[in-house]
């Protein structure tokens, strides 16, 4: 099936400092999501982008659909600790959010007070 | 409250012995997901329903089965679960609405069962 490449694994990071992560495909999706999920919980969607070049914004947190509709793009700004967990990417074939879904394997982020 | 309600929440068994993770969900969502989670591996999608006795298969559907009699519940069944079942597993149900601005996407995961089986 479709692979997606998240990256970076993992990052640690200073309270305060902004965040960028990405994910890339071999193939075009034409929705990408944007998942946070904290310890012992399931994911939580934080961001749905359905048009290439699409910028969304969700408090601290931005998204883009990338224009080649192979990638996409989320940075957090300003980190707090509550932002610690593990971010994935999903993307799928359908214009909605719903259908058969690819994940990234995701970014591990620490903040250090 | 908005909820997807999963059971069992951990379960042990062993290989061959037939069994059922229920999912269900109160938000009259159309569309319903099954994952499971490894170490490593982020998530899989297992099968997912589009909609009532509509479903099809995600990347990893080897050994099981789902079905959607109705709106609210979407089973998965391990008929002869092998060791390399054991993960945790997510179900997720989600609706995508039309606005004046566009699209909004309403999703929410399960709190997983996690499954080991010997």
């Known amino acids: 099936g479709q692979q997606l490449n998240q990256s970076p694994q993992s990052m640690f990071i200073q309270e305060g400092e902004d965040v960028s992560m990405n994910c890339t495909s071999s193939?075009?999706?034409?929705?990408w999501l944007w998942y946070k999920q904290d310890p012992g919980e399931g994911p939580v969607l934080l961001i749905a982008?359905?048009?290439?070049?699409e910028l969304t914004s969700n408090g601290r947190l931005t998204a883009q659909f990338g224009t080649t509709r192979k990638d996409s793009f989320l940075n957090i700004s300003a980190s707090i600790p509550s932002d610690v967990g593990i971010y994935f990417c999903?993307?799928?074939?359908?214009?909605f959010g719903a259908g058969k879904s690819t994940f990234g394997d995701g970014t591990t982020l620490t903040v250090k007070p | 409250e908005a909820q997807v309600t999963q059971n069992p929440r951990y379960l042990i068994t062993v290989t061959g012995k037939k069994l059922t993770v229920t999912c269900s969900q109160n938000m009259n969502h159309e569309y319903m997901s099954w994952y499971r989670q490894d170490p490593g591996l982020g998530l899989r999608q297992i099968y997912y329903?589009?909609?009532?006795?509509?479903?099809d298969k995600g990347d990893v559907p080897e050994g099981y089965k789902v079905s959607r009699k109705e709106k609210r519940n979407f089973p998965l069944i391990l008929e002869s679960p092998s060791p390399n079942q054991t993960s945790l597993y997510f179900c997720?149900?989600?609706?995508?609405?039309?606005?004046?601005?566009?699209?909004?996407?309403?999703?929410?995961f399960g709190p997983g069962t996690r499954l080991l089986v010997l």
């Open positions: 193939s075009i999706f034409n929705t």
């Open positions: 329903s589009m909609n009532v006795e509509v479903t």
């Open positions: 999903a993307g799928q074939l359908r214009n």
């Open positions: 982008l359905y048009k290439a070049g």
């Open positions: 997720a149900s989600s609706s995508t609405s039309t606005h004046q601005d566009g699209y909004q996407e309403t999703q929410y």
